[in-house]
């Protein structure tokens, strides 16, 4: 590494802290002899916006637009982002650098033991189309209501009353040492998980190669290959956050499996599709599911959402 400290851009909520904390130790823990990374909040769009759904607002790029054009800029040299809070297709002249290994992918149900559990006709407080449709599909019943914020943020208002259970991303309960909130956990049978939950990706200008030497020894190569697996499948489905989506990649033995969900907001129409593939050649295996996906589902789909 340089002798100057690697400046590190990240939200400003309290998890993105948290984990731009934990690259800060790793880079430290890889590098004692250079000095600690900087790290250098910016407040995103997505950040400022909590009266919409990030579909109505602008995308999932409103979390990272304005990291991206710190790190073109050059005000900062690396950026760490929740994978799954990435755009599908990455700002040009920028590249992820590396993934930390995984963590718990699956998603936490809050105020219920289980889905079939939630009381008849309850108010489920979240801003996914992705929890929205899958939870849809199993209880048509419920009532999904808008829930934005950080994690705490959202606690806040469920112990409130705004509504009677919510979902959030076990990952994070973990890393803010908030598992206990969970009631349940979710298997990924019944709630399939975003592409990239549970993964922090850390992104660098595609022609910094001091952060490339730097990055190099906190990737977990296992997990960068099931990343790419879970973006190709979205690239080739066009993936948004106006488009109910889920994808989990896992290493078995020598291959790939990429289990890939889509549906339509309302849960009707839901299609899922699990392949095995080279695990050398993730982005083959994920466009292929996204491609059977999107066959499955039909073109009037894709011509409703856009």
């Given at each position: 590494?340089?002798d100057q400290p690697l400046r590190i851009?990240t ?9 731009a ?9 890889a590098f004692?002899?250079s000095?600690?990374?900087e790290?250098?909040p910016?407040r995103t769009t ?9 579909a109505d607002?602008?995308?999932?790029g409103?979390f990272t ?9 050059r005000?900062?040299?690396?950026a760490?982002h929740?994978?799954?809070?990435m ?17 718990d992918?699956r998603?936490a ?5 289980s889905?079939?559990?939630i ?7 979240s801003a996914?189309?992705r929890?929205?449709a899958?939870?849809?599909a ?16 959202r606690?806040?208002k469920?112990a409130e009353?705004?509504a ?5 991303a076990l990952?994070?309960?973990n890393r803010?040492?908030r ?16 592409a ?18 730097a ?5 977990d190569?296992?997990t ?13 489905l066009d993936g948004?956050c106006?488009?109910p989506i889920?994808g989990l ?7 790939l499996?990429?289990?890939g969900l889509?549906a339509w907001?309302?849960?009707s ?6 392949m095995?593939?080279?695990r050398d050649?993730p982005?083959?295996?994920?466009r292929?599911?996204g491609?059977a996906?999107?066959e ?6 894709f011509?409703?959402?856009?």
């Amino acid at each position: 590494m340089n002798d100057q400290p690697l400046r590190i851009g990240t939200r400003g909520s309290p998890l993105a802290l948290t984990q731009a904390r934990m690259v800060r130790g790793l880079l430290a823990d890889a590098f004692p002899d250079s000095p600690e990374a900087e790290i250098v909040p910016i407040r995103t769009t997505g950040d400022a916006i909590t009266d919409r759904s990030l579909a109505d607002a602008g995308g999932k790029g409103l979390f990272t637009k304005e990291i991206d054009r710190a790190l073109l800029d050059r005000e900062v040299d690396i950026a760490v982002h929740s994978a799954k809070d990435m755009e599908t297709w990455l700002a040009e002249g920028t590249v992820i650098g590396a993934a930390l290994e995984r963590e718990d992918p699956r998603d936490a149900l809050i105020g219920a033991t289980s889905i079939s559990d939630i009381p008849r006709g309850a108010k489920i407080g979240s801003a996914s189309q992705r929890r929205q449709a899958q939870l849809l599909a199993q209880r048509p019943d419920l009532n999904v209501v808008l829930f934005r914020g950080n994690v705490e943020t959202r606690l806040r208002k469920l112990a409130e009353g705004e509504a009677d259970a919510t979902l959030l991303a076990l990952a994070g309960l973990n890393r803010l040492g908030r598992a206990e909130a969970a009631d349940a956990v979710l298997g990924t049978d019944e709630m399939l998980p975003a592409a990239g939950q549970g993964v922090i990706a850390i992104a660098r200008r595609d022609d910094n190669e001091s952060a490339a030497l730097a990055l190099a020894p906190l990737n977990d190569g296992a997990t960068l290959t099931c990343l790419h697996a879970e973006r190709a499948m979205l690239d080739a489905l066009d993936g948004t956050c106006r488009t109910p989506i889920g994808g989990l990649a896992r290493i078995v033995g020598d291959g790939l499996n990429l289990d890939g969900l889509v549906a339509w907001p309302d849960g009707s129409g839901l299609q899922r599709c699990q392949m095995t593939g080279d695990r050398d050649d993730p982005v083959a295996l994920g466009r292929a599911v996204g491609l059977a996906l999107r066959e499955a589902i039909g073109p009037d789909f894709f011509a409703a959402l856009d």
